[in-house]
């Protein structure tokens, strides 16, 4: 059995594991716990994983896994492609970065990240500053914090992920249901939950 392990996020201190389909063809998914910390691992091959589409699927997937736990309340996820060479190289990055993580677990806990997007058709002619303030008020009025738009298409109107107490999701997902019957001629895209990628800021040495 290879000794690397493949990193998908950190929770805090638990023991778990399950069987699903990890990155690199891995089959199962566990934790390695440093102190107050615990990394959530899959073994692997290399230090190096090939970086494609389908594995940066699983690791979406594996993260809203661990998400929906109901003895997970907070997941830092990590950056798709950081494998570490044994247990003990992993542990040190867990205790190097143990203030940042604990930090980013504080401020994430109990939120999902949410993605909305509004399209607007090719020929529409919208007030898309209008869509964006009635949208973004009300979606704000729910969302804990959210992200600027990232408006990389022509055709979106509004791209933002937001932040949202998981107890509000049913309501945040009804909200973007009314959006979708006022705004019919454009299409809207909601997802998630996802790990909240866009709402910690940890940068972690190389792999060992």
Known sequence: MSSNRYVYGVVEKN??????????????????????????VSDID?????????DSKRHDEVLREVLER???????PMQFGMAFKDNR??????????RAFTKALNEVDG??????????????EVDREAIREDVGERLSDIAESETEDDLFSDRLALNRSYL?????????????????????ELTVQYTGPWAPYNFVD???????
């Not at 939120?111 to 529409?124: A, F, Q, R, S, T």
């Not at 107890?167 to 979708?180: Q, T």
């Not at 940890?202 to 060992?208: E, N, S, T, W």
């Open 46 to 54: 290399t230090t190096e994983p090939e970086r494609t589409d389908e």
């Open 70 to 76: 109901d003895d997970v309340d907070a997941v830092v």
């Open 164 to 184: 949202v107490p998981t107890d509000d999701r049913e309501a945040f997902a009804e909200e973007v249901g009314e959006l979708r019957e006022e705004y019919d």
């Open 202 to 208: 940890i940068h972690i040495g190389a792999q060992g």
């Open 89 to 98: 190289t992993l542990k040190s990055v867990l205790r190097g970065a143990r």
């Open 111 to 124: 939120h999902v990240e949410l993605g909305v997007k509004i399209v607007v058709g090719e020929d529409d």
């Open 15 to 40: 023991d778990f594991e399950f069987d699903t389909d990890a990155v690199a063809g891995g089959d199962r998914v566990y934790t390695v716990t440093y102190r107050t910390l615990s990394a959530v």
